[in-house]
């Protein structure tokens, strides 16, 4: 009996074990599925409040896109998702809505810096991917060249910016036209 008792507790272990394993293996799968549907769920969020925070910034309510870009901007750092491609795309937008306002509705200076910040941010992401479309990279050097221009005072990076965006994307007719003034604006200083 001895034997057979032996061989019926190692059967028992053996199914027992096999049971544990599985389940282990469902659980596992069961919250893998889960992480990674909340995360799509995430990106969906976030790109859905970046194309809010765009259309916001269009009818010129820069306060509320700010928001909205923050919140996308947030949901990406917390969740830990891996979208550089779309957190670039915030950082440019936050920018964008931060310049505008600046402009167009007298927000505070500090806009400015933080625009900076995060245009060069954005730049910086983009440079890395192998697969930015080359006009959102120029269109960011383009802001940035704009940033220095316009309110830093800083001519010689504006060109340099300008030139980048247009190197990277030759028919920017926005790079065209700043480095156009820099340069009309040089020669009426040299004479």
């Known amino acids: 009996m001895f034997p057979n008792g032996k061989k019926k507790i190692s059967n028992g272990l053996t199914k027992l074990a096999f049971h544990v394993l599985f389940s282990v293996i469902l659980i596992s799968s069961w919250a893998s599925l889960s992480w990674t549907q909340t995360v799509v769920t995430q990106d969906l969020q976030v790109t859905k409040l970046l194309n809010v925070g765009r259309s916001l910034v269009e009818r010129t309510h820069y306060l509320e896109a700010l928001d909205l870009l923050d919140a996308a901007r947030d949901y990406l750092e917390v969740s830990g998702s891996d979208q550089p491609e779309l957190y670039a795309d915030i950082l440019y937008e936050l920018a964008r809505a931060k310049i505008k306002a600046r402009l167009y509705q007298n927000f505070p200076a500090y806009y400015v810096k933080t625009a900076l910040e995060d245009i ?52 920017s007719v926005a790079a065209k036209r700043e480095l156009s003034e820099l340069i009309t604006s040089d020669d009426k200083e040299s004479k």
Do not use: C, W
Request: charge should be positive; charged fraction near 35%.
């Open 120 to 171: 060069q941010a954005s730049n910086r992401i983009r440079e890395r991917l192998d697969r930015t479309v080359p006009q959102k990279l120029a269109d960011g050097y383009y802001l940035e060249g704009f940033v220095h221009k316009k309110f830093y005072m800083r001519r010689e990076q504006a060109e340099i910016n300008f030139l980048k965006a247009l190197k990277i994307d030759p028919g």
